[in-house]
């Protein structure tokens, strides 16, 4: 169970963050939500020790609750702006590269 449990509690903030970032390429969403979650973790468990109120079921709620108001941001800004596509450009001529 524990061994499940790891992966899932780094990838569900991950995933969250990623969703926040509809503009970067799917390698660099990844890159940024991986790292953010790992973000996330650290600087929730340093401030319940700072506060001297750590425990970790407390620590994996508050992560929770954060991923929470990250998917429900998420949900208000698409519902607001719906994600555009920039249309893809004509052909441009590039047989200047290949002139000799």
Do not use: K
């Amino acid at each position: 169970m524990n061994a499940l449990l790891i992966p899932l509690m780094f990838a569900v903030p991950a995933l969250c963050i990623a969703w926040l970032l509809p503009g970067l390429d799917p390698l660099g969403r990844a890159m940024v939500g991986v790292a953010g979650s790992l973000c996330l973790f650290l600087l929730t468990a340093q401030t319940m020790l700072v506060l001297r109120v750590w425990s970790p079921l407390g620590g994996t709620a508050v992560v929770g609750a954060l991923c929470l108001v990250m998917v429900l941001l998420a949900l208000v800004r698409r519902a607001r702006r719906p994600v555009t596509v920039p249309a893809a450009r004509e052909h441009e001529d590039e047989d200047w590269l290949f002139d000799g």
